[in-house]
């Protein structure tokens, strides 16, 4: 089983998005644009270099086009990786379409997915790379903000990358769970200051941690507004900071 972990994590494409990406965030804006015709904010946040952690609330899958669309920096996300194995040219338009949004697959359902993940981001932003992920660990089906979980800090904290706090807003209402296509309905992406949470103390503190975490997740409500559910998001494991939370040493919560 490790093995099979480690080879995973080797086999990962993880590179900076080149060509596709660009070419899909062409084609994707003027859609966007006329559509849902977006809020855009904070723009000017964001560090045009170096390794930067986009970390945001989490009301919908339309989220992960929503933020690559509206960033200024090319980022990548974690996904299941059935997205990229489909046949034909079904197939094809998948593993285009997420790779085109900076997309990296990870095998969900192995033993060692959790440690993968984080790898995977690891070796991102060790690169000078910018990493999406939602530290809720899966999306909100009530529309509340849950409590963060310390994979996002763990890897600001290991290595050196600024926190750029993302709130998402409206993307709930173009696809709503349950439907399979999305609907036209306006949205709004607001990029925070930016957070350097070192001032906390090393990533090998649990304490550490559940304090940046908590910076991050209060600077998410600021620009999200949302009503705070004061809880763990407790829907089926799925998300990829719950399976980078998997592997860390629990902390005192």
Known sequence: MADDAEQG????????????YALGKVI???IVLLYFRPRISGRGNVPRTGPV???????????????????????????KSHYF????????????????????????????SGQESLDAGKRILESGGAFALYPEGTRSLDGRL?????GVAFLALTTGAIVVPVGVAGTDRIQPVGTRFP?????????????????HGPASSGRARRHATDEIMAAI?????????????EAPQSGVARLVDRVLPRERR
């Open 85 to 112: 194995e489909g046949t034909g040219f079904r197939g094809a338009i998948s593993r285009w379409f997420f790779t085109a949004i900076g997309v990296v697959p990870v095998e969900r359902g192995a033993g060692g």
């Open 53 to 79: 952690i986009f970390a945001s609330n989490h009301l919908s899958f339309i989220d992960s086009i929503a933020i690559p669309v509206a960033a200024p920096r090319r980022l990548q996300f974690m996904a």
């Open 221 to 233: 409500h600021a620009l999200s507004g949302q009503e705070l559910a004061g809880a763990y998001n």
């Open 28 to 30: 994707l804006w003027p």
């Open 146 to 150: 849950y409590k963060g979980r310390t």
């Open 183 to 199: 609907r036209p309905h306006r949205f709004s992406v607001s990029f925070g200051e930016p957070i350097d949470v070192s001032v």
């Open 9 to 20: 994590t080797a086999a990962l494409p993880i590179r900076r998005p080149g060509f596709v």
